[in-house]
């Protein structure tokens, strides 16, 4: 092959690792859970490696990981979230009403209303 002809498939290339590459990074979310608390507020939960995802009725908030010896603990400037185990601990910023909140189900997929 000429040189020349390596060009094309070169840039190709090229392109195709600055769209893949940013893919491989992204860490896959856990399935939804529905978390329910006292006075029965409820939100959908979804985690990862690298954060959480809760999303209340249109709400979402996207909260990152942090380290802790005590439990699973995702923060920012949206909230607050600790899991252990069955037991959720939850304070979106201006929310303080969040009570008693517990894992319940696992959501399907093919039940994005539960």
């Known amino acids: 092959m000429r040189p020349r002809a390596l060009y094309p498939l070169a840039a190709t290339a090229a392109l ?11 860490q896959p979310l856990a399935p939804a859970e529905r978390i329910t608390c006292s006075g029965g507020r409820q939100f959908l939960l979804r985690t ?6 809760v999303q209340i009725g249109t709400r979402q908030l996207n909260l990152p990981r942090k380290p802790s ?10 909230g607050t979230l600790m899991l252990d185990g069955e037991f959720v601990a939850f304070v979106p910023k201006g929310d303080a009403g969040w009570k008693d909140c517990r894992r319940s189900k696992i959501i399907p997929a093919s039940s994005p209303k539960g």
């Open 16 to 26: 195709l690792a600055g769209t893949i590459a940013p893919l491989a990074l992204a």
């Open 48 to 53: 990862s490696t690298n954060g959480a995802r």
């Open 69 to 78: 010896a005590l439990s699973e603990r995702y923060a920012g400037t949206e």
